[in-house]
Each structure stands twice: as structure tokens, then as C-alpha cells.
């Protein structure tokens, strides 16, 4: 294979491996020029010491490594998966709307980032969540209004920015009006062209005029803009990023190993598309084998070679996505005075609850939680109070004076049909998108919506509940 395609071919790609640790197999390829790791959840194992030992191996193997992770805050944290994130969430910040407030929360984020040694954050989601169904965006989404949504992404990029960690924005052109997942299928965004620039984009605008170092690409079909191929793999939809919204920075493709970008045509081949419609750094998702790395590496020097993918393309990828690694501005001085106290927090998460209903007497009452599946960007992981019970989304509840824990219940017609059954007294807190109460309208139950889940949302949880009797 051509040398100067092939030492490309590794830098474009964001790749991930299995495990807390470092294989040898991936050492050498970082030695080699793989540009960077992705840390998921595997590997990760909810130590802030053990992280930090993990990208010093990283960076033992190849110094000028990117390491990225998934670090949204709320319902996203791969930092403190097993524990749930210290920081709000985005349903939070945005019901809350303190731009100051969620400016912080992007610089706390920043700071324990950077402190680990992690230097791009695939993060905040500017998605709009317009589709209340939506199984993946959600309370990931700082909201349903474009303008709000527009500047609590500028502020979020803004404060992680600040301590040198590089932000990569959301799920471009915008993931938030579907009701699929592109994990497991390729959604469709059937709306026209007027519609996204006036609902979609806006929020990608003010990134790029906040100066946003990388912006990914979502797995779904836009037939507005390009009816044949999706988003990740379509030039016309990522024009509008760089011609209309004059972005030019990285842009990073969603993980290639979902089902929207390569269930019809394999990883490697939707690997060049890609690079091909104008992605400069390839991720590939978690829990990969070494092999995947030279799959993809030998299926773009073929298509170099071939004059598929030319070599000036692969170039320019390879030279923004080594701009990631040089980071936003190292040091992080500008955000020593944003501090953010953990009773702050609290207390925004509580004005962000919605309470409808009088609580009933709570004195004795246990908590049940409903065991959903969360969705594949959330994982596994601690979700709202400690339980004393935990049913299936399909099992009754037990009798007595509960407090019933859910995600997403209006979307599950046999979680609100469980809801509907029970005779009380009952208090639903709903942790997912505060979704209307479909299938038990007219049970008397009371509802807390928290629009997301995190330790400070938690605290208020159970200080609201604790005025009405409850106690551990």
C-alpha cells in the first residue's frame, strides 16, 4: 500500500479497544500513528486515578495521542458511570436557562477532563428535541426551542473550551426530530430544507460562531438535502456545515459500527464514504479488535489508490484532526472564577423539577424502580434514588405506598399501564424527557419530572420527596 496513504489512514481514525487497560496490539499502532482513543465505558472503571493511568499508557505508546470520551453531564458520563455525574445535565440547564450556570458546568466538565489528561469531549448535543419520542436525544437536549438550545450550546462550548479540552458538537445536522435510534437503524428527518435551517442548524450555527474545535455527524437520512445517502456519508449535508455555516474545523464521524452508518455496506467501506463526503476523523465505537483498525486503514489506501477517495481529501482530514490534538488553548487560566458549588446545582435541579399534583403522605413508602433498557448512548449505570425494589417493565407493581421510578414511561405502554393499575398512593418521578402521561391519565398518581438524572438532580429528588414523609 502506498506509505503516505497508509501513515494517513491510521491518523484519521478514532478508534477503541476493550478493557481498563492498554493491549499490546494497540500500543503498536499507536506507536505506528493511530490518531487517537476513545474511552468508553469499558474501559473505564469509575476511578478518576485509574482513568488517568489509562491515557498515560496511551500516551506513553504515542505522546501526541487525541483521547476523547463521552462526557455530557447528567444522563451521559463515562467518568462516573457507576456513581451518576456530578453536573447537571442539559434537559437541566436548559429548563433553568442560566447561560452563566451551564457555561460553569461546561468548565467543571473541562476541568476534571484536562485533569485526566482527556483533551476532546464529545459533547454538548445541539440537537433540538422536537420529537418527544425520541429514544436516544431526550434529556441530552438542553431543549425544544432552537434559540434556547442555540445558546446553551454556545455557553456549554464556551466553559469546556476554556480549560483547554476541545468540544466536538452534536449530532449534526440534528438527531432530535426522530423516533428511532441510529444505533439500531437508520432514522429519517423528513423535514424541508426551511425547516432545518430554522429548527436543526441553528444551534450548529452558534457553535461555529463560538468556535467549537470539532463537530460530529449523525446516522440518519436527510431527503430534503440528500435522498441516497445518510447524513455521516453525504457531502450535499455536510456542505451546509462547511458552505453555509462556514465551519472548518474537524468534523468526526458518529461511530461507525452503528447500524445507521454501516449495517448495509460494513464498517470499512462506510469508513471511506466518510472520509469521502468530508469527515476528517473516523470513530469507530467500543469494544473493537486491533483488526478493525488495518480493515479500515487498507480499505482507504485502496480507495486512494483506486481514485475513489483522493489523496487531497485523506490530507486535509489528516491535517485537521491533528489540529485536535494540539488542543484549544492549553492551561485553562480564563475559568479559575467560574466556580459552581454542588448546592448551586441542587437547587437548579430542583427549580428544573416539574411537581404535578399534591404528594400524598410518603411516611414508609418504598421505592420501586421500573428496569428499562437504557439507551446505548446512556449504558449502563446509577440512575435516580437507590431502590428498595426493582420490576421489570412489564411486571406489576406491589401494593402499598410506593414512590415508582421510570425512564421514558410515556413511551412504554406496558410501564403506564402497570402506573394505571396500581391504586396508590403512588408518586411517579419520571428521569427520562417529561413525555405526556399517556395510558394513566386518569390515575390520581402525583409526578415529579426531573428532565434528567445526576447527582444534583437526585439530591433534589429526594429533598422534595423527604417534605412529604419519605426517608431512607
Given amino acids: 500500500m502506498s506509505r503516505d496513504a497508509a501513515a494517513l489512514a491510521l491518523q484519521v481514525q478514532l478508534a477503541s479497544f476493550a478493557g481498563p487497560s492498554l493491549p499490546p496490539a494497540w500500543a503498536d499502532l499507536l506507536a505506528e500513528g493511530l490518531g487517537g482513543i476513545c474511552l468508553f465505558g469499558s474501559n473505564l472503571t469509575g476511578s478518576l486515578a485509574d482513568a488517568a493511568a489509562l491515557v498515560g499508557e496511551i500516551r506513553a505508546a504515542r505522546p501526541d495521542a487525541l483521547v476523547a470520551a463521552d462526557e455530557e453531564g447528567g444522563d451521559v458520563t463515562r467518568l462516573h458511570a457507576w456513581e451518576a455525574s456530578p453536573v447537571l445535565g442539559a434537559g437541566v440547564l436548559g429548563a433553568v436557562d442560566s447561560v452563566s450556570l451551564t457555561r460553569r458546568v461546561g ?22 428535541n422536537s420529537d418527544p419520542d425520541n429514544p436516544v436525544i431526550g434529556t441530552r437536549s438542553f431543549g425544544s426551542d432552537p434559540a434556547l438550545v442555540a445558546r446553551h450550546v454556545a455557553a456549554w462550548v464556551a466553559g469546556l473550551q476554556s480549560t483547554g479540552v476541545a468540544a466536538c458538537v452534536k449530532h449534526f445536522p440534528g438527531h432530535g426530530d426522530t423516533d428511532q435510534d441510529s444505533h439500531l437503524t437508520l432514522p429519517v428527518v423528513g423535514a424541508s430544507i426551511d425547516v432545518l435551517r430554522a429548527r436543526e442548524l441553528v444551534p450548529f450555527a452558534a457553535a461555529v460562531d463560538a468556535g467549537a474545535a470539532a ?71 467500543p469494544d473493537k479488535d486491533a483488526g478493525l483498525v488495518r480493515q479500515i486503514q487498507t480499505a482507504i489506501v485502496a480507495a486512494v489508490d483506486s481514485g475513489r477517495l483522493p489523496l487531497s481529501r485523506l490530507t486535509t482530514a489528516a491535517a485537521r484532526a ?3 490534538h494540539q488542543g484549544v488553548g492549553k492551561g485553562g487560566a480564563r475559568c479559575e472564577e467560574w466556580s459552581l458549588e454542588v448546592s448551586e446545582m441542587v437547587a437548579a435541579a430542583r427549580r428544573a423539577c416539574v411537581v404535578e399534583g399534591p404528594l400524598p403522605d410518603l411516611t414508609g413508602a418504598r421505592v420501586v424502580s421500573v428496569e428499562t433498557e437504557a439507551n446505548i448512548a ?17 411486571d406489576p407493581l406491589p401494593t402499598g405506598s410506593l414512590v415508582v421510578q421510570v425512564r421514558d414511561a410515556h413511551r412504554r405502554a406496558e410501564v403506564t399501564a402497570a402506573i394505571a393499575a396500581h391504586p396508590g398512593p403512588l408518586v411517579v418521578v419520571e428521569w427520562g424527557w417529561p413525555g405526556p402521561r399517556t395510558g394513566w391519565e386518569r390515575a390520581p398518581h402525583a409526578r415529579i419530572c426531573t428532565r434528567g438524572n445526576g447527582q444534583p438532580s437526585i439530591a433534589a429528588v429526594t429533598e422534595i420527596l423527604g417534605e412529604a414523609g419519605w426517608s431512607r
Fill in 107 to 128: 468548565a467543571a466538565v473541562g476541568r476534571e477532563l484536562a485533569a485526566v489528561g482527556i483533551d476532546l469531549d464529545l459533547g454538548p448535543v445541539a440537537d433540538v
Fill in 378 to 394: 446512556v449504558g449502563p449505570g446509577r440512575w435516580g434514588l437507590v431502590a428498595d425494589l426493582t420490576v421489570g417493565g412489564g
Fill in 322 to 324: 491533528t489540529l485536535l
Fill in 215 to 285: 463537530v460530529m455527524t449523525s446516522h440518519l437520512m436527510v431527503p430534503s438535502v440528500d435522498p441516497a445517502l445518510p447524513a455521516t456519508l453525504s457531502a450535499p449535508v455536510l456542505a451546509l456545515l462547511r458552505d453555509e455555516l462556514g465551519y472548518d474545523g474537524a468534523v468526526v464521524s458518529d461511530a461507525l459500527d452503528m447500524a445507521g452508518a454501516s449495517a448495509a455496506r460494513g464498517i470499512p467501506e462506510a469508513a471511506v464514504l466518510a472520509l469521502a463526503a468530508g469527515c476528517d476523523l473516523l470513530c469507530t465505537g
